[in-house]
């Protein structure tokens, strides 16, 4: 048996890990798409590493685009098995997937019309009918559900706290009457999260893929998030009339900004300003999130006890149309806009940031992990001059950033996820989904943490599994 590295490796997204067995079964770990790369990104969504027709099965960790934002491309491409996943990530992969179809054509219509000579038309990488198809080859797997694959191949999922239905993925693989153990992490979320419950422990593996996005960070108390709003909200707001953008994933931070908001009108703090969510997606998600209420934490739920809608606050209202979204743009009063995606890549907040970048009266904050070549990316970073929809801004406006509102866990919460394994007994541990430098520092912390054999995957490497 063998794995190969076909995405999120030493690089954040793109999630792609291929198992093959002795007998030619396939078994795909996650199919993201790959976001912020620059230049290099539609090249690499363009080329899997492998032929998708001889994928015989296909298991998703949780439902954020950079893992399951290519499985309508696999499946057009040939793939016909089944995918297994929560009930959750199945709901929230439904309306991303479908979303992410919707950008594509929209990106692409728009990039068509401002053509320059000698450029190529651009294509969406699927279509609305490929999305559909391949919900249609979802099948639902419970947390802690012992579930049979087929003879040989059992798949378990435990809760990883990251998002709504996130799940770390534990196989066991039979070969020659011997079992293989295998974890992957997925994505794993906060101890002390704002809304979710804690990662679950799991059962000693021999393998491990471990995730590490925040693999040499400690994150902020949780704490300050809302006085850190409150601050921003009300300089850019109040004192300066200018309006606040927050590019926020549409599933995750979204409804955690909400719920902090909410927090701040229930304590009488919250700033007399429109708030406006502008993004379809966004309210999907969270109509969603609240018919999951077994997801929360205790803390959610004791709020829930004086607040029957914790996402919910005067002065917010969500949009819906492209003619709503425009007319904010023409809108200059004071206004908060929370718009997907985080990392300001596609939709409707790389349009708001636009229109906003050049006023200095305005904030554009960041709330979580961008890759360093995306718009966000750029931002964060501080350079003064932005390249968006292939022109050139002045960053003129103030630019903010709340790192401690993070769906990952720092390298103090990945430890505590690999508490529960015995070091000895892990043959090897796969370092994925992080920048090349981070997963060094990560690896020596690992190492000293008793896991003596740490693998960095390159890009398309494969490892055999003794």
């Known amino acids: 048996m063998n794995i190969a590295f076909h995405g999120a490796a030493r690089t954040v997204t793109g999630s792609k890990h291929l198992i093959t067995l002795k007998n030619g079964i396939q078994i795909l770990l996650d199919c993201g798409l790959f976001q912020g790369m620059g230049h290099v990104t539609d090249k690499l969504n363009d080329y899997f590493g492998f032929d998708a027709k001889k994928v015989t099965y296909m298991i998703l960790s949780h439902a954020h685009i950079d ?98 239905g996130s799940a770390a993925v534990h196989l066991t693989i039979t070969e020659d009457g011997k079992p293989t153990r295998i974890t992957f992490s997925g994505d794993v979320g906060r101890y002390g999260d704002l809304l979710l419950k804690s990662p679950q422990q799991f059962d000693q593996a021999d393998y491990i893929l471990m995730e590490s996005t925040y693999g040499d960070s400690l994150h902020k108390d949780l704490d300050p998030i809302e006085n850190m709003l409150l601050e921003i909200i009300s300089n850019t707001c109040k004192i300066k009339k200018g309006k606040v953008i927050i590019p926020a994933f549409a599933v995750g931070r979204t409804q955690e900004l909400l719920y902090a908001l909410n927090g701040l009108e229930l304590k009488g703090k919250l700033p ?23 997801v929360y934490n205790n803390g959610v739920k004791e709020t829930l006890k004086i607040d029957h809608d914790v996402f919910g606050f005067k002065g917010l209202r969500f949009i819906e149309s492209v003619e709503e979204s425009k007319a904010l743009n023409e809108d200059p009063r004071p206004c908060v806009i929370i718009s997907a995606s985080g990392m300001a890549e596609a939709g409707r907040v790389k349009h708001h940031i636009r229109n906003n970048i050049g006023n200095p009266k305005n904030t554009i904050l960041m709330v979580g992990y961008c890759e360093p070549n995306s718009l966000g990316g750029r931002l964060i970073a501080g350079q003064k001059v932005v390249e968006i929809f292939r022109e050139e801004y002045e960053v003129k406006a103030e630019v903010q ?39 060094q520092h990560f690896a020596t912390r690992l190492k000293n943490n008793g896991f003596k054999h740490v693998a960095i995957p390159e890009y398309h490497q494969v490892f055999e599994l003794v």
């Open 67 to 164: 893992h399951c934002g290519l499985l309508p491309k696999l499946v057009a491409e040939g793939f016909e098995g089944k995918i297994f996943c929560t009930s959750a990530t199945m709901d929230l992969a439904r309306i991303l997937m479908m979303d992410s179809a919707k950008i594509q054509m929209q990106d692409a219509e728009y990039a068509n019309r401002h053509l320059r000579h000698g450029e190529e038309m651009e294509e969406a990488l699927y279509t609305e009918e490929d999305v559909t198809k391949t919900v249609s080859q979802m099948k639902i797997v419970d947390y802690e559900e012992d579930f049979e694959i087929e003879p040989g191949i059992r798949l378990k999922f435990t809760d990883a706290g990251h998002i709504l």
């Open 272 to 294: 007399d300003v429109p708030y406006y969510v502008d993004s379809p997606l966004s309210s999907k998600a969270t109509e969603i999130l609240k018919n999951h209420p077994e």
């Open 401 to 439: 950033s709340i790192k401690s509102m993070s769906a990952h866990g720092d390298y103090e919460d990945l430890l505590h996820f690999l508490s529960c394994q015995d070091p000895a007994k892990v043959k090897q541990l796969f370092l994925v989904h992080g920048e090349y430098e981070v997963q």
